[in-house]
């Protein structure tokens, strides 16, 4: 019996010159079921890993030439926003890992009223996952913080993330996944961005500290506290490669969906 293997999926990557970009072209060299047609970047023409780069400003004659099926976006905001809704022109599904958009953005519902406006006017045309995290660990997390945050009613909570010095927005796109998740699970005051001076911490209010220290892939904590007990809920990336892997995966799940919004928690289900 001949057996007809599934075409792979074509995925064009924009911030293909960037850490993600390029761990996204390496990623998809060691797999069958995605082949990275060409990056796009700002900074460079030429090719990473015998991939072409095409420049990020010609971003709609580089859809018609290549014909992805989906575009895999690491790149910043305001690029971002402009690639899908090119994408959206050109019926071109698009996995978004980008953070750093306006804070609203990432409500639980990111697409909702005050949301992303570009994502949610391209999930009309086409189908659209964004993901701040695309590790499956952070997917268990997020299912944990749920929990947790339930099980202890007036227990302190502050979060605490980690990544590498060049990262430019803060806090972390997940960690303000994890700080959605909280205040749905939960009754809150309000978000505190770091301490000084003389404050006392007030019952209800939820911690967050952002650290930027050496080539750190990415930690997210949760603390959960009272008088007598805490609990930590630590996840780790041990390489940018778990997030590639889960971004590639991600496209292929969402390549010949119909438009919409999906989320990565739909192809960690499956
Ligand atoms: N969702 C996830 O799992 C993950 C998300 N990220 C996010 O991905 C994004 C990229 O992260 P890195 O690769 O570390 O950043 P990076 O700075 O190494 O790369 C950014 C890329 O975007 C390009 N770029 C910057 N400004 C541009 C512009 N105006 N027009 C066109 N291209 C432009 C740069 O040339 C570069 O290729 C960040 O928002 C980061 O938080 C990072 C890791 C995992
Ligand atoms: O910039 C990074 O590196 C990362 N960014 C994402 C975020 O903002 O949450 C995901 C991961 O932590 C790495």
Same mark, same amino acid.
């Given at each position: 019996?001949?057996?007809?293997?599934?075409?792979? &999926?074509?995925?064009?990557?924009?911030?293909? &010159?960037?850490?993600?970009?390029?761990?996204?072209?390496?990623?998809?060299?060691?797999? +069958? +079921?995605?082949?990275?047609?060409?990056?796009?970047? %700002?900074?460079?023409?030429? *090719?990473?890993?015998?991939?072409?780069? *095409?420049?990020?400003?010609?971003?709609?004659?580089?859809?018609?030439?290549? +014909?992805? +099926?989906?575009?895999?976006?690491?790149?910043?905001?305001?690029?971002?926003? *402009?690639? /899908?809704?090119?994408?959206?022109?050109?019926?071109?599904?698009?996995?978004?890992?980008? @953070?750093?958009?306006?804070?609203?953005?990432?409500?639980?519902?990111?697409?909702?009223?005050?949301?992303?406006?570009?994502?949610?006017?391209?999930?009309?045309? /086409?189908?659209?996952?964004?993901?701040?995290?695309?590790?499956?660990?952070?997917?268990?997390?997020?299912?944990?913080?749920?929990?947790?945050?339930?099980?202890?009613?007036?227990?302190?909570?502050?979060?605490?993330?980690?990544?590498?010095?060049?990262?430019?927005?803060?806090?972390?796109?997940?960690?303000?996944?994890?700080?959605? %998740?909280?205040?749905?699970?939960?009754?809150?005051?309000?978000?505190?961005?770091?301490?000084?001076?003389?404050?006392?911490?007030?019952?209800?209010?939820?911690? /967050?500290?952002?650290?930027?220290?050496?080539?750190?892939?990415?930690?997210?904590?949760?603390? #959960?506290?009272?008088?007598?007990?805490?609990?930590?809920? @630590?996840?780790?990336?041990?390489?940018?490669?778990?997030?590639?892997?889960?971004?590639?995966?991600?496209? /292929?799940? #969402?390549?010949?969906?119909?438009?919409? %919004?999906?989320?990565?928690?739909?192809?960690?289900?499956?």
């Amino acid at each position: 019996m001949t057996r007809v293997s599934a075409p792979e &999926t074509r995925v064009l990557v924009s911030g293909a &010159t960037g850490r993600m970009g390029r761990r996204v072209i390496e990623e998809a060299a060691a797999r +069958d +079921d995605v082949r990275v047609v060409a990056g796009v970047s %700002r900074d460079l023409s030429g *090719e990473i890993s015998g991939i072409p780069v *095409e420049p990020a400003g010609e971003f709609g004659v580089v859809l018609a030439e290549y +014909d992805p +099926d989906v575009l895999v976006d690491f790149s910043v905001p305001e690029a971002s926003r *402009e690639f /899908v809704a090119d994408c959206a022109e050109a019926n071109v599904a698009c996995v978004v890992g980008t @953070t750093g958009f306006e804070a609203d953005e990432f409500a639980e519902d990111e697409f909702a009223e005050g949301g992303e406006a570009a994502l949610r006017e391209a999930s009309e045309q /086409v189908p659209v996952l964004h993901a701040s995290n695309f590790s499956r660990g952070i997917q268990a997390l997020l299912r944990a913080v749920e929990g947790a945050v339930r099980d202890l009613p007036g227990y302190d909570v502050e979060i605490t993330e980690s990544h590498h010095r060049h990262k430019r927005d803060a806090p972390s796109g997940t960690a303000n996944a994890i700080l959605d %998740r909280i205040e749905s699970a939960g009754e809150f005051g309000g978000r505190v961005h770091g301490r000084e001076g003389e404050s006392l911490r007030e019952s209800g209010e939820i911690g /967050v500290h952002a650290r930027r220290a050496g080539g750190i892939r990415g930690e997210h904590e949760l603390l #959960l506290a009272n008088e007598h007990e805490e609990l930590r809920l @630590t996840h780790r990336a041990g390489s940018r490669a778990v997030f590639a892997d889960g971004a590639l995966d991600a496209a /292929v799940w #969402l390549a010949g969906r119909g438009a919409g %919004r999906y989320d990565f928690s739909e192809v960690v289900a499956e």
